[in-house]
């Protein structure tokens, strides 16, 4: 299982119109290959959404890929080229402890943490996180949780769910003052990034 996370800046004030042009399609998309979640931010970069697609293998979704855009008749991608300034696409793996993303209910509030860390310690990062994320789920949910092996920025991604703003900073404050919260990992990031998100209308994931 491979997931892309692909993450458009739009222009402003388009946040709508996209919405709109996205769910035009969104039907015939859906026919080749699940949409995993769908949002946009609300503190952080603004005029952002990040889409995550799931796909069996880099084979499975280049061929699905093919079959959406393939001529005459194209079922994907939307006509929103003339709202969009620029987008990111990266291919990730799911860390060994992650669930498959599915319909699920449980923000609406959800929080992007991007870490940097040195390839060579990812495999340390994944094994002391799987030792307590049972523990730190108690207190939240888990939506997501990504690496990839080729290094380079934000090459760890989370993504954390939370019912409002409020909750959010008293999970943060008991997770910090536990004995296991950050996991005993001995290296830090050397990036950190994060963006505060809400999930667009059409999001499988609310």
Not at 150 to 161: K, M
Not at 174 to 189: K, R, T
Not at 197 to 205: E, K, V, Y
Request: with cysteine.
């Amino acid at each position: 299982m491979i997931y892309e996370i692909r993450t458009y800046y739009l222009k402003t004030h388009m946040l709508k119109t996209y919405w709109s042009r996205f769910t035009e399609k969104l039907t015939g998309r859906l026919a080749l290959s699940n949409l995993g979640g769908h949002w946009y931010t609300e503190v952080g970069s603004l005029n952002q959404m990040v889409a995550i697609w799931p796909y069996e293998s880099l084979q499975d979704r280049i061929e699905i890929r093919a079959k959406a855009e393939s001529y005459p008749n194209p079922v994907w991608p939307p006509e929103t080229e003339d709202l969009i300034v620029d987008m990111v696409s990266k291919v990730y793996l799911p860390a060994p402890f992650m669930e498959r993303l599915t319909d699920r209910t449980i923000g609406p509030l959800y929080e992007m943490r991007m870490y940097t860390y040195p390839s060579e310690v990812l495999t340390k990062v994944l094994v002391e996180w799987e030792k307590v994320i049972e523990r730190r789920e108690r207190l939240s949910p888990l939506a997501g949780c990504w690496y990839t092996e080729y290094g380079g920025i934000n090459n760890f991604v989370h993504l954390w769910a939370y019912k409002n703003f409020e909750e959010r900073l008293r999970v943060r404050s008991e997770a910090l003052q536990s004995d296991f919260w950050p996991p005993d990992i001995h290296f830090q990031p050397t990036r950190q990034e994060n963006k505060l998100l809400f999930p667009a209308p059409f999001s499988p994931m609310q």
